[in-house]
Every structure is written in C-alpha cells, then in structure tokens.
C-alpha cells in the first residue's frame, strides 16, 4: 500500500476569508471526523473566529489544497 493509499481523508481548515489550509491526513473518515471533532473543541486557546473544518476524501494524485 502507498504513502497516499494509508491516508484517503484529510481535515480542511477554511478561515473567515475562504483560504484553505490542509492540517491533517487520516487512514479512515472516522480518524478524520474524530480529529476534527478535538480540533473544533480546543479549549480555551481556540479563537472565536478561527474558522472552520472540514473532511475530505483525498483525490489520487491530488496535491495540497488550493486557495
């Protein structure tokens, strides 16, 4: 199995202005989902307007995401 086939979801960040940064690759949806789920809770360091995450399915041959 390769690199990319280990890590099929990725979790998106889409800040207020709509630029999207890549913050984790996952094995399953689930791990996906969970990640997001610690992400968006962050306690009290976590700005108000920190934007907003997202789960995605990583296209073969796909590279980072684009703003």
Not at 32 to 40: C, K, N, V, Y
Not at 43 to 51: I, S
Request: aromatic share 4%; glycine share 10%.
């Amino acid at each position: 199995m390769s690199d990319i086939n280990a890590r099929l979801w990725q979790v998106i960040r889409l800040d207020e202005n709509g630029h999207r940064y890549r913050i984790g690759h996952c094995a399953t949806r689930a791990d996906a989902q969970r990640l997001m789920g610690r992400l968006e809770q962050g306690g009290e360091t976590r700005p108000v307007d920190a934007g907003q995450y997202l789960v995605e399915r990583v296209e073969e041959g796909a590279d980072a995401p684009r703003s």
